[in-house]
């Protein structure tokens, strides 16, 4: 997957601003068609008649972002994107609502193979000023990109997320445009820069068939002429903000490196969206630019700071329990959450550095998850003048009034930079096991700051869509906190990369040959759960080279097949 230049994002600031010239009547539909349509009535539009996109001088290559949408009209186009197993392929399913009644329409078999939104459904092609195709190619479209409403009287929030889950092993989603809004057809970051020279264009987008024949969509290609210039990273006269002043190329430590934004005009949506900063988790492609030259007179460096969380919108803090609870610890019967491993991903091999120089360590990302079907909720409480604070898992009904509390371990403070914020120790812990799956080498790791960093599978009973993340030091607190809450919601997954020594498996001296992966949670089950038989996950790999110049081979795991 195509990965870009922190920069970037700010290429097409002010290439958009057009954008704002859309209206209601754009795409309101006509009324007898409406009448005769049961199902939702999609359209594709283009934003403006005309952009403007940069190709930067270092690392040329074009992001079409076009500014062309499918709207919504007539109800919302829902689809559940779901697989029974990794042994399974997946499923699209249309949820059509007509009043208080729901019909479904399954896609056919094989259209849709992964989560990454609907593949091939925009045709985008592109002349030059003497007519000849230049570009001519298929992009997916992912309903969830940040969109905006395209009428005053439609719904004031989408109810869908916000982005299509990368995450590998993801098992369900739901995808959305909202009733009387429009989605970005741009791909973002599952789209790959095309060779454009610098110069006049005719960009031409449609529909293909397939989809059209299936959503009902009229055949209406927009056209937009497209400008292309060519920019530079130096900084000077006309570089967009961001590498003026700089921005934050690194997240947090152990959720992996802060992501970039996807390529796209920044906007006053939900670009970036909501978890930047807290792992792979990809952003959506810009909203609609309604408030376009307001957002391009605040923009500034990305990344996640102290209270905020994208470089433009306030993370607001996730507030404990005021006091320690008082009173015979309870744990009542009520929903709780169940805490669930993915197989092991994102395999490779890393050099030890300085002191381990010359070691060879095997480095991954692991993921726990809350199937539900209620939340993980856990205060830490400290006592004056000690170093841990003791930790607490809570317990509500169906009213979501608290109910019981039971002690669950303790918080630690992590001062290392990148960190700097309490973790809850004993969530996870990871182990290098023999063919016989036998323990070979523990990592280290097994403190962590509890984030929704990837929606592993919103179908789930009271799956959030739209979990309340923030940035982690202000969700994990700070180092005078007396209290801290890490929330874990259903439907959502913590993904940390071990990629440092003492989280990664030193395998300097193991020989070769095959190894599992695992990836355990709950590993002292101190955390009440709906079930304790499906915290643990195992990953093939297989080890090989010489010291110095190990190699990893990572097998498929059933259908899946990412290292």
Request: glycine residues 10%; contains cysteine.
């Amino acid at each position: 997957m195509t990965r870009f230049h922190q920069a970037r994002p700010w290429r097409s600031l002010i290439a958009a601003g057009a954008a704002i010239t859309v209206t209601a009547g754009v795409v309101a539909a006509a009324p007898d068609a409406e009448d005769s349509q049961p199902a939702p009535k999609l359209s594709l539009i283009a934003a403006s008649s005309s952009v403007t996109l940069d190709s930067w001088k270092d690392d040329p290559g074009v992001y079409l972002d076009l500014g062309t949408y499918v709207t919504a009209e007539n109800g919302p186009l829902e689809l559940k994107v779901t697989r029974k197993s990794y042994k399974d392929p997946v499923v699209a399913t249309q949820i059509i609502r007509e009043g208080t009644k729901t019909r479904t329409k399954t896609l056919p078999q094989g259209l849709v193979k992964g989560f990454g939104g609907l593949p091939g459904f925009a045709q985008i092609k592109i002349t030059n000023a003497a007519g000849r195709t230049v570009v001519n190619k298929s992009e997916a479209f992912c309903p969830n990109n940040a969109s905006g409403r395209v009428r005053p009287d439609a719904p004031a929030k989408s109810k869908y997320p916000e982005s299509c889950p990368e995450n590998p092993f993801t098992l369900g989603s739901v995808w959305g445009v909202e009733n009387g809004w429009a989605s970005n057809t741009y791909a973002g970051y599952y789209s790959n820069p095309v060779a454009l020279p610098p110069g006049k264009y005719t960009a031409k987008v449609s529909v293909r068939k397939q989809y059209r024949l299936l959503f009902g969509m009229e055949n209406k290609p927009q056209t937009i002429k497209l400008t292309v210039r060519e920019r530079s990273y130096d900084g000077g006269a006309g570089a967009p903000a961001a590498m003026k002043h700089g921005s934050h190329s690194a997240g947090h430590s152990g959720h992996g490196a802060m992501r970039t934004p996807a390529p796209a005009a920044a906007t006053s949506g939900a670009a970036p969206s909501y978890n930047v900063g807290h792992g792979p988790h990809t952003p959506a492609p810009p909203a609609l630019p309604w408030a376009l030259k307001k957002a391009a007179l605040r923009a500034g460096p990305v990344g996640d700071t102290t209270g905020q969380t994208d470089g433009s919108r306030k993370a607001p803090a996730v507030k404990p329990a005021a006091q320690r609870p008082t009173g015979t610890p309870d744990v009542p019967d009520v929903p709780k959450p169940d805490l669930r491993s993915l197989p092991a991903y994102g395999i490779a091999i890393s050099k030890g550095q300085g002191s381990t120089r010359g070691k060879d360590y095997l480095a991954f990302s692991a993921n726990v998850w809350n199937a539900g079907p209620a939340q993980l909720v856990v205060d830490g409480f400290r006592s004056p003048g000690k170093k841990l604070m003791d930790a607490y898992q809570y317990f509500y009904d169906a009213d979501g009034k608290q109910v019981g509390y039971t002690p669950t371990g303790t918080m630690e403070w992590d001062p290392r930079p990148g960190h700097e914020h309490w973790h809850f120790t004993d969530f996870a812990s990871y182990r290098l096991l023999k063919a016989d799956q036998r323990e070979s080498v523990r990592s280290g790791k097994e403190a962590f700051c509890l984030a929704n960093t990837d929606a592993v599978d919103y179908t789930v009973e009271n799956a959030n869509w739209h979990p309340n993340n923030t940035d982690l030091s202000t969700a994990c607190g700070q180092e005078n906190s007396i209290s801290v809450r890490e929330v874990l919601d259903v439907g959502s997954g913590d993904t940390y990369t071990q990629d440092l020594p003492g989280q990664s498996f030193d395998i300097s001296n193991l020989p070769n040959g095959t190894y599992y992966i695992q990836v355990l949670a709950n590993p002292e089950k101190r955390l009440k759960e709906t079930s304790l038989s499906n915290n643990s996950a195992l990953r093939k790999v297989v080890l090989g080279g010489t010291p110095g110049a190990r190699t990893v081979t990572v097998p498929a795991h059933d259908l899946v097949n990412a290292n």
